[in-house]
């Protein structure tokens, strides 16, 4: 299988904002959810409620059109800004910057900038706040772009251009970069290719070459990777195979040590993956048959998993959010318009049904801490 790299652009980008974080300032359990979704731009594709993480209730606060397909979102909330793609082909596919007010009750669209790869599905802001990354899954590329120190997009994107063909005829035709993550304690960005069937690892700072990838099992598909708290492992969630691979993390490098199913139905659909706060237990959502949550006990040491139960959800959970203090999982099922709301066993790890909210095609959720301002409003 031939792959190759083209870099069309090579970018120096900007250092660290320096903002403090805002949840030492903020009410730790009245937060905010905004949520993505599968929408026209004259509809209020981004939407953003308050959810009490004591009791799990959500309420409606507002939202905002003027984006196509926002199916993915990031926030900095130091900021109260809200990073959005644009999942559309061509130059309609966007990186779009949003700001809000300090109780997100009134959103803006401050820009929209063409991304140069097609159907950007993931959006990630750096460590540092500097840098704006998406995944362009049709693109088959990365697009990075520098941001100013109020958080807007300062230049046009450098994109880092992917080629090959992999192993299924129908689903790896082309390179389809679905995710961007940062190694804990790196400046390594990893970005999940689910066409060719690898994991690049590309130095932030400068966009250029990636430095390393890894090959994972032809036709697994690699989608999208969680990080352990404790920072020593990384946990890889393949869509077409439905497996999840673990992986050591500890020397700056990923050493492959478990491979284990999520998905036992050979659905091909696994989709988004995460876990609890304190480490001991990982979620992997599947789609298109058995629709459900695939849970998973973390050993403390090893970092392996050993399956501890499955929770039944409504159709096609493509992404979820797990409550900053563990005890709620909130769950984007996009084929029957709703977000369900789960209490979390934090001894077992299990997950009980409390309800659901109407909410068209959802597609991602985000958790974030209200911050009252560092400066006087602009």
Do not use: W
């Amino acid at each position: 299988m031939k792959n190759t790299f083209l870099i069309l652009t090579l970018c120096a980008l900007l250092i660290s904002a320096g903002f403090t974080s805002c949840g030492v300032r903020g009410n730790s359990n009245n937060l905010l959810l905004f949520t993505g979704s599968y929408s026209a731009p004259d509809s209020a594709g981004i939407k953003v409620f308050g959810f009490d993480q004591t009791t799990g209730e959500i309420t409606p606060v507002g939202g905002v059109s003027g984006v196509s397909n926002p199916s993915f979102i990031a926030v900095d909330a130091d900021r109260r800004l809200v990073y959005a793609v644009g999942e559309d082909s061509g130059n309609a596919s966007t990186a779009n910057v949003l700001s809000y007010n300090e109780d997100a009750s009134v959103m803006i669209l401050e820009q929209s900038v063409v991304t140069g790869g097609g159907a950007p599905c993931h959006i990630a802001l750096s460590p540092d706040k500097s840098r704006l990354f998406t995944a362009n899954y049709m693109g088959g590329s990365v697009s990075a772009f520098a941001l100013d120190s109020s958080g807007m997009i300062a230049d046009t994107a450098c994109v880092i251009q992917f080629h090959g063909i992999g192993t299924d005829s129908i689903r790896q035709s082309q390179p389809h970069l679905h995710q961007i993550t940062f190694m804990p304690r790196t400046s390594t960005l990893l970005a999940n290719d689910l066409g060719l069937d690898k994991i690049y690892m590309i130095d932030s700072p400068y966009v250029g070459q990636p430095v390393g990838e890894i090959s994972v099992r032809p036709g697994s598909g690699p989608r999208h990777t969680a990080y352990h708290p404790g920072g020593n492992f990384a946990y890889t969630l393949t869509e077409i195979s439905g497996e999840i691979l673990v992986f050591d993390i500890s020397g700056g490098n990923m050493k492959l040590v478990q491979t284990i199913a999520a998905d036992t139905l050979g659905a091909q659909g696994s989709a988004d993956i995460h876990l609890s706060p304190d480490g001991q237990y990982l979620y992997a959502s599947n789609r298109l048959q058995g629709d459900g949550i695939a849970i998973f006990r973390v050993n403390d040491f090893s970092g392996t998993l050993t399956k501890a139960g499955y929770q039944s959800t409504g159709e096609h959970p493509r992404n979820f959010v797990i409550s900053p203090n563990g005890k709620f999982v909130l769950v984007a099922c996009r084929d029957t318009d709703s977000i369900e709301v789960y209490e979390r066993n934090g001894h077992t790890g299990l997950l009980r049904y409390r309800y659901a909210l109407h909410h068209p095609a959802p597609t991602c959720l985000v958790l974030a801490p209200r911050c009252p301002p560092l400066r006087a409003e602009r």
